[in-house]
């Protein structure tokens, strides 16, 4: 109940009672009559005591007039009492606000010094890191970063939160703080103390729905909702005002690459924003050590794509991803729905199945491979229609007519003499009549039968990082099903800029 109803509600019991008291008091002066005289004589033993008719008259008058005001205050002090309960809510409340809060901030500072590599206000800094190698010999000291956690709450449920809390990130600099992972902290300290301070010093979320909720969710103009309207346009300014600085200075080549490694370079956020802290080997680590060690930092599985935080909270989400980690989004069917239900467990082995152009039903694999007939693989071609050829060379040509050995396990090079090593440009031509493609990697297919295929998108992969990953529950193929490690980006990074870093992980 809001606190004007309960007020409303004390208010009109409160006049009740009182408009009650006044109507039967009333009543009761004018129905009364002057008393007749008593005639019963006193003993003449006895103290005198009152006679009847003060008994009746005065003394019972008194003694009712005082029930009637012992009961008029008993009857008024009940709604007297819900006049003040919600301020004695409001009160308990903002006390255990206050005093989780200040507990919490002296864990953060002091207690557990989160400050130290968290950063005041949770902005986000940097931790000393030894890297070693697998036999503890020394490679470089690091400086990891340790994420900003002022908008940790919008990328992740607060039980995520706990749970990171509790257990840390084995083989991070985060420990274990929790008494469930063997840290020193209470539960209280953690899911009271350390969570309230860590919720009130939350920014704002861009999700236009919590923006409009921020203050009356009828009213989309009120002072709340278009305070909350602008912090959000400031936060959004300057995450942009930082991917377009990076691509300025040359750090990356796309504006997927750039959301991909937010802060590699420049520690922005301290990569709270990034996929690649989590989802390459290097970018913790830094573009400085990975030197040190002598790798190109931008490379495949360093902070390129790939590989997989030595935190082990991530791994490759490019090796392959569009084959193997993105079933759901495989294609669309030809009347641009998405494959439902009744195309799943259709198979065999309860594969699942998609619809071609002409309605020919195409098997999935486990893996969302599609197969023909003898579980042989289809090749796809780059505008994701399906091939089966009877030859697949296993050298590609380039535009000039070069021809080069495929290795499909690297990434494929030109020898470039002004460029040196340059990547191979993604090119596919059209079966012609001969039956002859050229795939995207270059390779090329004769004897080819095509599939026309429904356009392929990207809508569930860019569902599953808007909304991260469900506890409880894996994402695809990589999926580790449980702790619900992967955060939700939807109120922390513009559309067009998840869009563009989904469209990079699935482009390498
Ligand atoms: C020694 C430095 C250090 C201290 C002290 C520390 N952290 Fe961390 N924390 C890190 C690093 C580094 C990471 C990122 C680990 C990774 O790459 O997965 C991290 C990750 C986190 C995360 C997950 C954030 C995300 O977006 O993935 C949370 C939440 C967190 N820390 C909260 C805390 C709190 C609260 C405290 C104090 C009780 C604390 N940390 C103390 C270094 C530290
Ligand atoms: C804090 C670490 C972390 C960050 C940051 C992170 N991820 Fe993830 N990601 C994970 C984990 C853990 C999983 C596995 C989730 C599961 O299935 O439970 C995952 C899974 C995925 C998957 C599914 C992979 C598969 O094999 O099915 C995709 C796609 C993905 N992440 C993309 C991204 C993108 C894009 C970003 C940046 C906008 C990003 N991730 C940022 C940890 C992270």
């Not at 949770?122 to 190698?133: E, L, M, N, P, T």
């Not at 040190?292 to 935080?309: H, K, M, P, R, S």
Request: aromatic residues 10%; hydrophobic residues 40%; glycine residues 12%.
């Amino acid at each position: 109940m809001t606190e004007a109803a309960f007020r409303s509600i004390g208010l009109v019991v409160g006049a009740l009672v009182l408009l009650t008291f006044l109507v039967l008091w009333i009543r009761n002066v004018r129905d009364s009559r002057a008393e007749l005289g008593s005639e019963i004589e006193l003993a003449p033993n006895k103290k005198p005591y009152l006679s009847d008719a003060e008994l009746e008259g005065p003394k019972l008058d008194r003694s009712l007039s005082f029930a009637l005001v012992v009961l008029g205050l008993c009857s008024l002090s009940l709604p007297f009492y819900w006049l003040a309960e919600p301020g004695r809510q409001d009160g308990a409340i903002e006390n255990w606000d206050a005093t989780h809060h200040r507990r919490g901030e002296n864990l953060y500072t002091n207690g557990a010094q989160c400050v130290n590599c968290h950063a005041a206000g949770g902005v986000g800094g940097v931790a000393s890191y030894v890297f070693q190698d697998a036999d503890g010999q020394f490679i470089a000291n690091a400086q990891w970063k340790a994420p900003a956690l002022n908008n940790v709450l919008l990328r992740y449920s607060e039980a995520e939160v706990e749970y990171i809390l509790n257990f840390g990130r084995p083989g991070s600099p985060m420990a274990a703080w929790g008494t469930p992972g063997g840290g020193p902290l209470t539960t209280q300290q953690v899911d009271s103390d350390l969570m309230t301070y860590i919720r009130d010093f939350q920014v704002q979320s861009l999700d236009p729905i919590d923006i409009q909720s921020a203050g009356d969710e009828a009213d989309p103009n009120d002072a709340e909702s278009i305070a909350a309207q602008a912090e959000a346009d400031e936060i959004e300014a300057a995450i942009r005002a930082e991917v377009e600085r990076s691509l300025a200075a040359g750090e990356f080549e796309t504006e997927g690459e750039a959301v991909f490694n937010m802060g590699l370079y420049s520690g922005y956020a301290a990569g709270a924003y990034s996929c690649a802290r989590c989802h390459t080997a290097g970018w913790s680590l830094g573009a400085d050590v990975m030197e040190q060690v002598g790798v190109d930092v931008l490379g495949e599985g360093v902070a390129g794509c790939a590989g997989g935080n030595p935190s082990g909270i991530g791994f490759s989400i490019c090796d392959g991803a569009v084959f193997n980690h993105f079933p759901d989004d495989t294609w669309l069917m030809p009347d641009g729905s998405w494959p439902g239900e009744e195309m799943r467990g259709i198979g065999p082995n309860g594969e699942a199945g998609v619809l071609a152009l002409d309605n020919t039903l195409i098997l999935l694999d486990d893996k969302g491979i599609p197969v023909d007939a003898t579980g042989e693989a289809y090749i796809i071609t780059g505008d994701g229609d399906l091939a089966d050829c009877g030859f697949v060379s296993a050298l590609w040509a380039d535009d000039n007519g070069n021809v080069y050995p495929y290795d499909p396990a690297t990434r494929l090079v030109v020898d470039d003499s002004a460029n040196g090593f340059v990547e191979v440009p993604e090119f596919t031509a059209p079966a012609d009549a001969a039956g002859v493609i050229e795939f995207a990697d270059g390779r090329i297919g004769t004897g080819c039968e095509v599939i026309e295929m429904p356009p392929r998108t990207s809508q569930a992969m860019y569902e599953f990082v808007y909304n991260g990953a469900e506890a409880g529950r894996g994402y695809g193929r990589g999926g580790q099903s449980g702790q619900g490690m992967m955060p939700g980006f939807g109120s922390t990074l513009p559309p067009d800029y998840i869009q563009a870093a989904v469209d990079y992980v699935r482009g390498l």
